[in-house]
């Protein structure tokens, strides 16, 4: 007679164990094992009734509970042979098998069978993203020593670049972000009338760009970083912060290129009708007809100091603004021959003083830099052969000032001046930008608003390079790039979905769930691995994100 554990697994993929008290019958020749008593899921089993049950046997044997097997499993003698957490990847693990993820990988895979569990290696390298980011080698090593996952007890560098390498297909990794943002966009009941785009860029830490035709090229750095060679990133996001989808392109694209990817990208999946929200540097005349297409509509931002005549008479066109927040006005305008497309002038009085200031503070800088470089230029004396006199030296300098040579002009006869007029235009622009849409029926403060959740999309971005540490990037062909961007983009998604269920920032959340340990105790009886009490704050988290608790008792391993 012993005690066993059975398992099944539910469609879902979850593992449900059941403990069951059985003794062995010899059938026909055949050992068999009948069960006599089974007390049930594991995980909801009262690990009490059976420390009573063998505290009554040892009774009726006559065994002192000091010297019993079972003292062994619940008494002093028990000795703490490991402790690794496991509150934060349950909770994403959690999430992954909610939102349908690990569906969604498994139908890429189709009829193809490996050694390894693909699902659970691919799923281990997000988990590692979101909770403590690091080398594919070192993220392995993480997985088998650091952290408890369920169904992947162990992991090394090359199931890492081989489950990696099932995402390599442009196409496999469309697919995915497909099925599994229809599974979010059903579960969180997501608007999706309304998609945020940006890019960004990315940069390797090397001093050479690839030969011609390669990806990791050299361009215009978000990260000022022109020096090193890079690639370009767009992402995709709902107005409440959700990623919808990502793209990966070669480093010298620019965005006026990308937009029409992006348009047919999405408009196979059959959204429905969508307003595209992008920001100034997509907005060419070809990228706005080009989001028209297939009855879309955008939201754009629109330059306001490029000489556009049009842009001109929206800015001279008078009107009353209204007040939509405290620190935002807006004003609709429509001109006559352009009936489909309306511009928006959003105001914040903030950033108006904030701009009026700091332009004062300059042209009186200017003002005292032209001054000194009057003063030397009086008092100049010849200078010698080759050398320049200290006064053009300043004039030089502050011609190639970043911050004051918008301020100044040159004359006729070389001389530096104030610029009056650029200084009264630029007066007339102080916190104001603008905004076009071909929507002709959102009003003007849900078109400044929109616009305004733009910032979402850097958000994500912002947290895709600290949070998730996209950077720096160790790998060099095209393929395993685009993988570990998918990867970071798999992570950010379950990072916003946890903190939109909880209300609570990512760092908090994983702080909290970090606390729950799974902790090994050994004695003379065997081993029993046990999950730390949840308290109140991490039991909500939980609750608040669908996620079922994590069992008590995972496994008992009797001697």
Request: net charge neutral; glycine share 6%; proline share 4%.
């Amino acid at each position: 007679m012993y005690l066993r554990t059975t398992q099944r697994k539910n469609k879902d993929g979850s593992i449900v164990r059941y403990v069951q008290v059985a003794h062995n019958r010899r059938v026909d020749g055949v050992t068999q094992a009948e069960v006599l008593i089974n007390f049930g899921r594991e995980d909801q089993l009262d690990r009490n009734q059976l420390v009573r049950l063998v505290a009554s046997i040892n009774r009726y044997l006559g065994t002192s509970e000091s010297a019993s097997g079972a003292s062994g499993l619940a008494g002093e003698p028990l000795r703490v042979t490991a402790s690794r957490p496991l509150g934060v990847a349950w909770l994403l693990d959690g999430l992954w098998h909610r939102l349908g993820i690990n569906q969604a990988i498994a139908a890429q895979l189709g009829s193809r069978r490996f050694t390894t569990d693909i699902e659970r290696v691919l799923f281990g390298l997000v988990a590692n993203r979101a909770i403590n980011p690091m080398s594919k080698l070192s993220a392995a090593e993480w997985v088998t020593n650091d952290v408890v996952i369920s169904g992947l007890e162990f992991m090394d560098e090359d199931q890492a670049y081989r489950a990696m390498d099932v995402l390599v297909d442009a196409d496999a990794q469309a697919k995915v972000q497909e099925s599994v943002f229809f599974s979010v966009a059903d579960l969180l009941n997501l608007e999706v009338d309304v998609l945020l785009f940006d890019t960004t860029s990315t940069y390797w830490e090397r001093d050479m760009e690839e030969p011609e035709g390669g990806f990791r090229l050299y361009g215009h750095s978000k990260d000022h970083r022109d020096d090193l060679p890079q690639i370009v990133i767009g992402l995709a996001v709902t107005k409440e912060g959700i990623p919808v989808r990502c793209w990966c392109w070669p480093g010298n694209t620019s965005d006026m290129e990308v937009l029409p990817e992006v348009k047919d990208g999405m408009r196979a999946w059959h959204l429905g009708r969508v307003i595209t929200v992008i920001d100034r540097g997509f907005s060419s005349e070809d990228n706005l007809e080009y989001l028209l297409r297939a009855g879309g509509h955008y939201i754009a931002g629109d330059k306001m100091r490029d000489g556009s005549p049009l842009v001109g008479q929206v800015l001279s066109c008078p009107g009353r603004y209204q007040q939509v927040r405290d620190n935002l006005m807006v004003k609709e305008v429509r001109l006559n021959q352009v009936p489909d497309r309306r511009w928006i002038i959003c105001v914040n009085p903030f950033e108006a003083e904030l701009s009026r200031n700091r332009r004062e503070q300059q042209v009186e800088a200017v003002k005292a830099e032209l001054e000194r470089i009057r003063v030397m230029r009086q008092a100049a004396t010849k200078p010698k052969k080759g050398e320049q006199p200290a006064h053009v030296k300043a004039e030089c300098a502050l011609r190639q000032h970043r911050g004051l040579s918008r301020w100044v002009k040159q004359l006729p006869s070389g001389r530096l001046a104030l610029d009056t007029v650029k200084i009264k235009a630029e007066t007339r622009l102080d916190g104001k930008y603008l905004l076009t849409t071909s929507d002709l029926h959102l009003s003007a403060e849900d078109v400044a608003l929109g616009y305004k959740n733009l910032l979402e999309a850097e958000r994500g971005f912002r947290d895709m390079k600290s949070t998730l540490e996209l950077r720096p990037v160790f790998h060099r062909l095209e393929p395993r790039i685009r993988a570990h961007v998918l990867l970071c983009w798999l992570a950010l998604l379950l990072v916003r979905v946890a903190e939109r269920a909880t209300g609570m920032t990512w760092n908090r959340i994983s702080t909290e769930m970090g606390r729950v340990h799974s902790v090994t105790l050994t004695g003379e009886a065997g081993t029993v691995v046990h999950t730390t009490e949840l308290n109140t704050i991490q039991s909500g988290i939980l609750q608040a994100c669908k996620v079922p608790r994590p069992p008590v008792v995972t496994t008992i391993s009797p001697n």
